[in-house]
T-cell receptor, first 111, second 112 residues
Framework: DGGITQSPKYLFRKEGQNVTLSCEQN?????MYWYRQDPGQGLRLIYY???????QKGDIAEGYSVSREKKESFPLTVTSAQKNPTAFYLC??????????FGDGTRLSIL | GEDVEQSLFLSVREGDSSVINCTYT??????LYWYKQEPGAGLQLLTY?????DMKQDQRLTVLLNKKDKHLSLRIADTQTGDSAIYFC????????????FGQGTTLQVKP
């Protein structure tokens, strides 16, 4: 089945540590997106990529980094510079003219 | 500017209709979406409407779009307990990088 997969489902970060969230899709979609969700708020865009080897900052990119070396993969690194990383992270992908499809999310917490 | 507003909470009885409302600011938006999120899960696309349409019906779901007032609504007929979730309204602005602008989400509580 085609789909978009995020892993792990739960992740814990120690102080000063970088962690990487995985997002893989086999839908052959060109564009991929990372969102952050906090309780009582809508989703906010962190980074997005419309083609391989290219990506743009979203509204809250500080403290995060991404790469897009392959069409099917768009990993997100939460760096130690992100002082409030506890949130639910959602990855999405899209083909032009169609709605975004979302993964099941990764919940990141601080130890 | 780009902004989407929703009420935060709605409670209905099982079998009643639910109406979730949304307002947006970007009149050039091309598509408007409704997503459903169950606890601990990702977002599931429920339905969407193109900006040149007034209404779209899909089984128990009816979407109404009033472009003049920039108002979007989602009506769920015969609401069931399985409809309890958070519902997000979202728009794609005309800049069309595919970036979605989301509302805060409306928590729908369905009482038996």
């Amino acid at each position: 089945d085609g789909g978009i997969t995020q892993s792990p489902k739960y992740l814990f970060r120690k102080e000063g540590q970088n962690v990487t969230l995985s997002c893989e899709q086999n839908l052959n979609h060109d564009a991929m997106y990372w969102y952050r969700q906090d309780p009582g708020q809508g989703l906010r865009l962190i980074y997005y990529s419309q083609i391989v080897n290219d990506f743009q900052k979203g509204d809250i990119a500080e403290g995060y980094s991404v790469s897009r070396e392959k069409k099917e993969s768009f990993p997100l690194t939460v760096t130690s510079a992100q002082k409030n990383p506890t949130a639910f992270y959602l990855c999405a992908c899209r083909v032009l003219g169609q709605p975004q499809h979302f993964g099941d999310g990764t919940r990141l917490s601080i130890l | 500017g780009e902004d989407v507003e929703q009420s935060l909470f709605l409670s209905v009885r099982e079998g009643d209709s639910s109406v979730i409302n949304c307002t947006y600011t970007d009149s050039s938006s091309t598509y408007l979406y409704w997503y459903k999120q169950e606890p601990g899960a990702g977002l599931q696309l429920l339905t969407y409407i193109f900006s040149n349409m007034d209404m779209k019906q899909d089984q128990r779901l009816t979407v109404l779009l009033n472009k003049k007032d920039k108002h979007l609504s989602l009506r769920i007929a015969d609401t069931q307990t399985g409809d309890s979730a958070i519902y997000f309204c979202a728009e794609i602005p005309a800049s069309n990088t595919g970036k979605l602008i989301f509302g805060q989400g409306t928590t729908l509580q369905v009482k038996p």
